[in-house]
């Protein structure tokens, strides 16, 4: 009996697996941001406008913001192969589709496509590794994932401004689409099964409403942050629709035997500090990292390559710092962690909010440096933190919350510090003395910007309160395998 549980116990082949699932991770990660810095080319070679352009990345949200929340219930109907292949095939489909696009209607439906694999694999890498690794070493294999998921956007704006230079946007997408093979064929040789299929019921209701919801508040947010400002109706309608369609979601997966997501994950109160955390986060993140690239190229009047070389530094400084912290969780927990994170990136925010036309190229690369080496610390281990205080049965819904609340952050982050930045334009400008003289334009763009940051450093400041509530989960139940 030992024997055959010995055998059981060791049958994941970790390395293959995490491999694939790293490769997919990072290529994903890679063309969602890379995208951003071709966004000013791409108005002038497709002709539209910064209101259309900005639909590449809402879009792109709004699909992950529908379709994560619903991987819970993915994951328990099909094999961890099947998805795995499923979501490299959208991934492979929708980037060559995009690397053809002759226009912006047809490179829109491939972003679409490409955000479906996205979000079949994101809940997927982490629900595997969470099965497939053992508690007390997950902190390390959190701080790899943490290494795919920063680096990538990190490298994706400069990489994305050496192709623009030098080739065209297209070869974003041919770039990606030889490592996108690679990783399916990985997959086909070396993914196992990791989760049983139960096939639960499916309920059609719970999936309506939980479209309806998160692809609201994505919708409403992100068409605030564009030229649309907060008054629109169409504004107003998505965010209201999204709200009362979340109540009722949360009110049926209460009261349902098997719900889509159980929500019985926030009776874990780490899990609900992990999950506050990861969302406080990202807001601040998903928001510097539009704000800042702005105003290096519209404020400080760098090219997309330059810009994307001056974040450079801080991004490779983050994803190094991923598996450190991770180790350090594993030891220490993350309180120790979380604190010293917050204060580092609240204090780097407060010095952004200075920054000027004159900010001189040492000021940006360090104080961004500082930002991601703060980051680091609070991402990784606030989120294991958290769903380590879960029952293995809830892993699945405890990563689909975290993955999907991560994309509502991203959007309502993204939104809020537009629409922070083009206030305080507006309100610089209504008090110039002269608003038609064009000496006004770069001081009303400053004050928008540093307005933005302020935002950002009160977020970060709110989580640091929250940050002293964090306690460190020992993990009762045993992990499924042992690391050979």
Same mark, same amino acid.
């Given at each position: 009996?030992?024997?055959?549980?010995? $055998? =059981? =116990?060791?049958?994941?082949?970790?390395?293959?697996?995490?491999?694939? +699932?790293?490769?997919?991770?990072?290529?994903?990660?890679?063309?969602?941001?890379?995208?951003?810095?071709?966004?000013?080319?791409? @108005?002038? *070679?497709? =002709?539209?406008?910064?209101?259309?352009?900005?639909?590449? $990345?809402?879009?792109? !949200?709004?699909?992950?913001?529908?379709?994560?929340?619903?991987?819970?219930?993915?994951?328990?109907?099909?094999?961890?192969?099947?998805?795995?292949?499923?979501?490299?095939?959208?991934?492979?489909?929708?980037?060559?589709?995009?690397?053809?696009?002759?226009?912006?209607?047809?490179?829109?439906?491939?972003?679409?496509?490409?955000?479906?694999?996205?979000?079949?694999?994101?809940? !997927? @890498?982490?629900?595997?590794? !969470?099965?497939?690794?053992?508690?007390?070493?997950?902190?390390?294999?959190?701080?790899?994932?943490?290494?795919?998921?920063?680096?990538?956007?990190?490298?994706?704006?400069?990489?994305?401004?050496?192709?623009? =230079?030098?080739?065209?946007?297209?070869?974003?997408?041919?770039?990606?689409?030889?490592?996108?093979?690679?990783?399916?064929?990985?997959?086909?040789?070396? @993914?196992? &099964?990791?989760?049983?299929?139960?096939?639960?019921?499916?309920?059609?209701?719970?999936?309506?409403?939980?479209?309806?919801?998160?692809?609201?508040?994505?919708?409403?947010?992100?068409?605030?942050?564009?030229?649309?400002?907060?008054?629109?109706?169409?504004?107003?309608?998505?965010?209201?629709?999204?709200?009362?369609?979340?109540?009722?979601?949360?009110?049926?997966?209460?009261?349902?035997?098997?719900?889509?997501?159980?929500?019985?994950?926030?009776?874990?109160? @780490?899990?609900?500090?992990?999950?506050?955390?990861?969302?406080?986060?990202?807001?601040?993140?998903? #928001?510097?990292?539009?704000?800042?690239?702005?105003?290096?190229?519209?404020?400080?009047?760098?090219?997309?390559?330059?810009?994307?070389?001056? +974040?450079?530094?801080?991004?490779?400084?983050?994803?190094?710092?991923?598996?450190?912290?991770?180790?350090?969780?594993?030891?220490?927990?993350?309180?120790? +962690? /979380?604190?010293?994170?917050?204060?580092?990136?609240?204090?780097?925010?407060?010095?952004?909010? #200075?920054?000027?036309?004159?900010?001189?190229? *040492?000021?940006?690369?360090?104080?961004?440096?500082?930002?991601?080496?703060?980051?680091?610390?609070?991402?990784?281990?606030?989120?294991?933190?958290?769903? &380590?205080?879960?029952?293995?049965?809830?892993?699945?819904?405890?990563?689909?919350?975290? &993955?999907?609340?991560?994309?509502?952050?991203?959007?309502?982050?993204?939104?809020?510090?537009?629409?922070?930045?083009?206030?305080?334009?507006? #309100?610089?400008?209504?008090?110039?003395?002269?608003?038609?003289?064009?000496?006004?334009?770069?001081?009303?763009?400053?004050?928008?910007?540093? &307005?933005?940051? /302020?935002?950002?450093?009160?977020?970060?400041?709110?989580?640091?309160?929250?940050?002293?509530?964090?306690?460190?989960?020992?993990?009762?139940?045993?992990?499924?395998?042992?690391?050979?």
């Amino acid at each position: 009996m030992t024997g055959k549980k010995q $055998t =059981e =116990e060791t049958k994941f082949r970790v390395l293959p697996i995490l491999i694939s +699932l790293l490769l997919a991770g990072f290529i994903g990660m890679f063309s969602e941001t890379a995208l951003n810095v071709a966004l000013s080319d791409l @108005m002038k *070679v497709l =002709e539209i406008t910064p209101t259309t352009a900005q639909w590449l $990345t809402t879009a792109y !949200l709004l699909t992950l913001g529908i379709l994560v929340p619903i991987s819970g219930l993915l994951l328990q109907w099909f094999s961890t192969r099947q998805l795995f292949v499923a979501a490299l095939c959208f991934s492979i489909l929708g980037t060559f589709l995009a690397a053809m696009s002759p226009n912006f209607e047809f490179l829109l439906t491939a972003r679409v496509v490409q955000a479906m694999g996205t979000a079949l694999l994101l809940p !997927l @890498m982490f629900n595997t590794i !969470l099965v497939i690794i053992p508690a007390e070493k997950r902190g390390a294999a959190m701080g790899l994932i943490g290494l795919v998921i920063m680096v990538a956007p990190a490298i994706g704006p400069t990489i994305a401004g050496l192709l623009i =230079e030098s080739l065209s946007w297209h070869w974003i997408f041919w770039l990606s689409l030889p490592f996108l093979v690679i990783a399916l064929i990985c997959g086909i040789l070396f @993914m196992q &099964n990791v989760t049983k299929v139960t096939k639960p019921k499916i309920d059609v209701l719970s999936i309506v409403l939980s479209s309806l919801g998160f692809g609201g508040i994505v919708f409403g947010f992100s068409s605030a942050g564009e030229a649309e400002g907060w008054g629109s109706p169409k504004v107003i309608i998505a965010i209201a629709v999204g709200v009362a369609s979340l109540v009722l979601f949360v009110i049926r997966q209460i009261t349902m035997k098997q719900p889509m997501i159980n929500l019985r994950a926030f009776k874990f109160p @780490m899990f609900v500090v992990g999950v506050l955390m990861v969302f406080i986060c990202m807001m601040v993140i998903l #928001s510097s990292m539009l704000i800042l690239p702005m105003y290096l190229q519209q404020g400080q009047g760098y090219s997309a390559f330059k810009a994307g070389l001056l +974040l450079l530094p801080g991004g490779i400084i983050n994803g190094l710092m991923s598996p450190i912290m991770g180790r350090l969780f594993d030891k220490y927990g993350p309180k120790w +962690l /979380v604190i010293p994170g917050l204060v580092i990136v609240a204090v780097s925010l407060w010095f952004f909010s #200075s920054i000027t036309a004159t900010s001189t190229v *040492v000021f940006v690369i360090v104080l961004h440096s500082a930002l991601m080496v703060g980051v680091s610390m609070i991402f990784m281990p606030a989120q294991t933190n958290g769903i &380590n205080q879960l029952p293995m049965e809830l892993y699945p819904d405890g990563t689909a919350i975290m &993955n999907t609340l991560q994309q509502v952050a991203g959007a309502i982050g993204t939104a809020l510090a537009v629409s922070i930045m083009t206030a305080g334009t507006k #309100s610089y400008m209504e008090s110039a003395s002269n608003p038609a003289d064009p000496a006004n334009v770069l001081p009303a763009f400053t004050q928008g910007v540093q &307005n933005a940051f /302020v935002f950002g450093m009160a977020m970060a400041i709110i989580g640091l309160v929250i940050a002293f509530f964090l306690k460190r989960v020992i993990v009762q139940h045993k992990a499924q395998v042992s690391m050979h």
